[in-house]
């Protein structure tokens, strides 16, 4: 339905990596931007004032709804233990924070995920993000039956955004196996279609509708067979479609790689033709120098998710070294350890300081690139992360007057939001031309954290 045309008054607006003074931004009946007008004191009679830094819309590149259901439960030793031992050993890794996510995933069914993430997009709307990468795997009912509708769980997770005023690229992800040479173990057999050409089938008769943007995914080297993946990479060339892929999140898979290939993750893509510049590798944390210059030669995008990177204790990415050798950076917010890009972005720069005992390795406008353009263009959305006529009116305005950035210089406003603003300081969210978010407010889902919490209560054990 046309929207009506609508202006806005932007107090400062960030273009082309400048801090602009009063931009007066109209948008047409189709949700783009028309004009972008700067040095506009006096708004005209009748336009909306968006008073702070307004960015582009930011774009969350790498996301699994589900895992918002996980937040602070995976930090707490096993129920009835005090011990600081017990602490270390239900934290303590990467793979036993996975059997607590697989758990939470059997429990899931068509309606809960589309309340779960109808809620946590709504979250993301409160943050600024616009649009949203869903890494889908959780495709079949517990036990691997399969739903009358086979597409039930992606066409829950796109009416969820929807709901949510935020725009969706359904990654439809193939997952196959538990393992180099393993089949589906019992938990897996809710994600696997048997094979990739199964997989393939199954995702050309899901029609998500809307505005949802629809691309491939390979979960993993390790969970399909090297035989299928071209069959992955071919879908989605022929679509044209973005394809991600988690790639050396572990060094085990690096590891298992070698063992099973007699190669590393990054170069047995390579030899599948995988990689190219519609591909986005999904952390790319454990990285040899020839596979970060296979990447970075390819123009392959990398999406760093440095707050579950953290969380996870995955480790620090070469996210210097792969924007150097030519791979775009992007940021997602993945395991929703928290759901902020701002923390996102500056800790790509922080991680590394603590790295090198160095500083200035990322401008605050090189960040906000990786924030905006650079996930838009991941998420098969290349028009998107620039507030310049033509591009969609995505936008998302954060307070200059929060405790946090109170007193910046508005010259220096990008680098006050990059380093020191968080989610809590986004006062307007718009998608389309349309105020999704205003004056901190979620105009279409009413008391997100109770519907946060009523959601993930509906998942407990």
Do not use: K
Request: with cysteine; charged share 20%; glycine share 10%.
């Amino acid at each position: 339905m046309p929207l009506t045309p609508q202006t806005y008054w932007v107090e400062h607006a960030w273009i082309d990596h400048e801090v602009r003074p009063a931009v007066l931004v109209t948008a047409d009946a189709a949700g783009r931007i028309d004009t972008v007008t700067p040095g506009v004191t006096d708004p005209p009679a009748g336009a909306v004032p968006l008073h702070g830094l307004t960015l582009p819309g930011l774009a969350n590149a790498h996301s699994h709804a589900f895992h918002r259901a996980l937040r602070g439960t995976s930090q707490a030793p096993p129920a009835g233990s005090s011990a600081p031992d017990d602490a270390a050993a239900a934290t303590g890794s990467f793979w036993t924070w996975r059997e607590t996510m697989y758990a939470v995933a059997d429990r899931l069914t068509p309606e809960s995920y589309h309340d779960l993430a109808r809620a946590v997009y709504a979250e993301m709307a409160l943050a600024g993000i616009t649009a949203v990468g869903e890494f889908h795997y959780l495709h079949h009912a517990p036990g691997g039956s399969r739903y009358q509708d086979p597409n039930a769980m992606g066409e829950a997770l796109a009416a969820a955004a929807t709901a949510a005023g935020v725009r969706l690229t359904l990654l439809d992800t193939c997952y196959l196996s538990a393992g180099f040479g393993a089949p589906p173990g019992p938990t897996q057999t809710r994600f696997s279609d048997g094979d990739a050409l199964a997989w393939a089938r199954r995702v050309d008769a899901l029609d998500p509708g809307g505005d949802t943007v629809l691309g491939a995914a390979v979960h993993s080297v390790r969970a399909v067979p090297a035989d299928q993946l071209s069959v992955v990479g071919d879908w989605a060339r022929e679509r044209r479609a973005p394809l991600h892929v988690h790639l050396s999140e572990q060094p085990a898979e690096n590891t298992d790689c070698l063992t099973h290939h007699g190669r590393t993750p990054t170069r047995l893509l390579a030899d599948h033709g995988l990689l190219g510049p519609s591909t986005t590798a999904v952390h790319a944390t454990h990285l040899t120098a020839a596979d970060i210059d296979l990447l970075g030669s390819t123009t392959t995008g990398v999406c760093m998710c440095p707050t579950t990177e953290r969380d996870l204790a995955d480790g620090i990415g070469p996210a210097v070294a792969l924007r150097d050798a030519g791979s775009p950076i992007s940021l997602g917010s993945d395991s929703h350890a928290v759901i902020d890009l701002l923390e996102e972005a500056r800790a790509v720069e922080l991680d590394e300081r603590l790295r090198t005992g160095r500083r200035g390795h990322w401008t605050a406008h090189q960040l906000l690139t990786a924030a905006t353009r650079h996930g838009h263009a991941a998420l098969g959305r290349p028009d998107g992360g620039r507030i310049a006529p033509g591009a969609p009116c995505d936008l998302a305005t954060v307070a200059l007057d929060s405790v946090r950035t109170a007193g910046a210089r508005p010259r220096l406003a990008a680098e006050t939001v990059v380093f020191a603003g968080t989610a809590a300081d986004v006062r307007h969210t718009v998608v389309g031309g349309r105020h999704i978010v205003r004056d901190g407010d979620h105009q279409l889902v009413p008391r997100v954290p109770e519907a946060l919490t009523d959601a993930v209560e509906a998942l407990r054990g």
